[in-house]
């Protein structure tokens, strides 16, 4: 890592320009049976190297920890954490809080700022702990990165969709004026830890939300993932991500989904962590679907606006010929065996040009709009224009509409 300070002179005086990147490293952990006391993920998982794990067993400081957890997952989880941290012998706070999409602001940010403050961590070697869905999840690592101006945190996500999304990049952050997660950061936590059996408890609709976030990977990056929900999606939802049952003759469809998408995510994310490039394959589905929720909320969840989004621009895909009519219909049909929706009433052709001139703004001027160019490949464009917008809105409401 370099750092670099350049000086010139001018009849003004003297300048200095200061060049000096950053550096990130966070893990990634599948960790199974996260809260039995004998795992020591959660307390150490988080540990770069042996010699950090050597001071903290030689320690004989109390360990400390400060955990949030949504309302939700508390009722069916609480006493699992509770007994954990008891077992391991831990100074803990454990706060509930109603992390829902409604409540996704700078109110709940305070509120553990508060709490935090009056527990008191030390911001070196304990941790923040996050355990809820995408909602609990940001607005923790947006507290967290405005602590003392930045305190290391540990993801657990519990639901499908922050499973393979929310748990792997850096984004934080809450929702301001009516816009989604207008305010935030680009802070990753220090650590995630993914135990796919918090899944077992998320109702159905839920998981077939999260299962959208997995077909975008799909359909942008990988045929293998796209042809593993089309065989055994309905086996994904019917088990809730839990049954490994003989479906695959080498290996888990549940293991291997979540896997090969968080893989998928992290290959996108990870080069770009700050969202500088602005030619992003993750943004399929999402060109759209932002407004589209703000005009919704609370009837649609995220990934099933996301969903819709995608449907429509598998249209224009197809309009534009980069998807055959064929590819087209497979993949509509896979989504609707997803269980999500394909088309919505709000979602109007005045949306749709709001949106794509809303992003002209927020990039540079190109449109950028990720697209299929078959199953599992897909580029980014620019030059999609509103005879095409229309034609495939039109013929994506003549195919679809009935399907509300
Ligand atoms: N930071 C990122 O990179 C990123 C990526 C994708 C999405 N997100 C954000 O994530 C949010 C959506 O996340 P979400 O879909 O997880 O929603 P969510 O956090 O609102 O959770 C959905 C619901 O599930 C409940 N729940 C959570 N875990 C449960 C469990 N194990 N069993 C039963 N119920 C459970 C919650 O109480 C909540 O009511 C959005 O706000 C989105 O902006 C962030
Ligand atoms: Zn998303």
């Known amino acids: 890592m370099s750092f ?16 000096s990147p950053i550096y990130f490293r966070y893990k990634v952990v599948e960790s199974q049976n996260l809260l039995e006391p004998g795992n020591d993920t959660l307390l150490t998982g988080h540990l770069r190297d042996p010699e950090q794990l050597d001071a903290f067993r030689s320690s004989t400081k109390p360990i400390k920890r400060f955990v949030v957890i949504d309302e939700t997952v508390n009722q069916l989880y609480g006493p699992q954490v509770s007994s954990y941290f ?33 527990f008191g961590i030390s911001r070196h070697t304990e941790p923040i702990i996050a355990i809820g869905g995408g909602v609990c999840l940001d607005i923790v690592g947006f507290a967290a990165s405005l602590y003392r101006r930045r305190t290391p945190y540990i993801r ?39 135990d796919r059996s918090f899944i077992q408890t998320v109702p159905r609709r839920q998981i077939s939300n ?16 796209f042809e593993l929900l089309e065989r055994h999606g309905k086996f994904l ?14 290996g888990c469809v549940a293991l291997m989904t979540s896997r090969i998408a968080i893989e998928t995510m992290l290959e996108e994310l990870a ?28 009837t649609l969840m995220h990934g099933e606006a996301v969903n819709i989004d995608m449907a429509y621009m598998t249209y224009v895909s197809n309009d534009r010929g980069f998807l055959t009519t064929a590819e087209r219909n497979r993949i509509i049909q896979c989504m609707k065996n997803l269980e999500l929706p394909v088309w919505h009433h709000d979602f109007s052709l005045n949306l749709v040009k709001k949106s794509l001139n809303e992003r002209l703004k927020h990039s540079e001027g190109l449109q950028r709009m990720p697209l299929p160019t078959g199953v599992g490949t897909a580029e980014i464009f620019n030059d999609i224009d ?19």
């Open 4 to 19: 670099i300070s350049y000086e010139s002179t001018s009849e003004q005086g003297k300048s200095w320009t200061i060049v």
């Open 210 to 225: 999260g299962l959208a976030e997995m077909l975008k990977m799909a359909l942008m990056k990988h045929k293998g993932l």
């Open 271 to 298: 080069p770009n962590l700050w969202e500088d490039d602005l030619d992003r394959l993750v943004d399929f589905g999402h060109l759209i679907s932002p407004e589209l929720e703000m005009v919704v909320l609370p």
């Open 156 to 194: 657990v996500p519990t639901t499908l969709l922050s499973y393979v999304d929310a748990s792997v990049g850096a984004k934080t952050g809450v929702n301001f004026s009516q816009c989604k997660n207008k305010l935030g950061s680009y802070i990753p936590p220090v650590a995630t830890f993914l």
């Open 386 to 404: 509103d005879e095409v917008l229309e034609r495939s809105f039109k013929k994506w409401c003549e195919d679809l509409s009935t399907e509300e």
């Open 237 to 250: 939802l019917d088990t809730n991500f839990q049954s490994c049952n003989g479906l695959l003759d080498h």
């Open 86 to 118: 008891e077992a391991r012998n831990v100074n803990y706070k454990i706060l509930p809080l109603p992390t829902t999409e409604e409540n996704k602001s700078m109110e709940l940010v305070m509120k553990i700022l508060q709490e935090l403050h009056s």
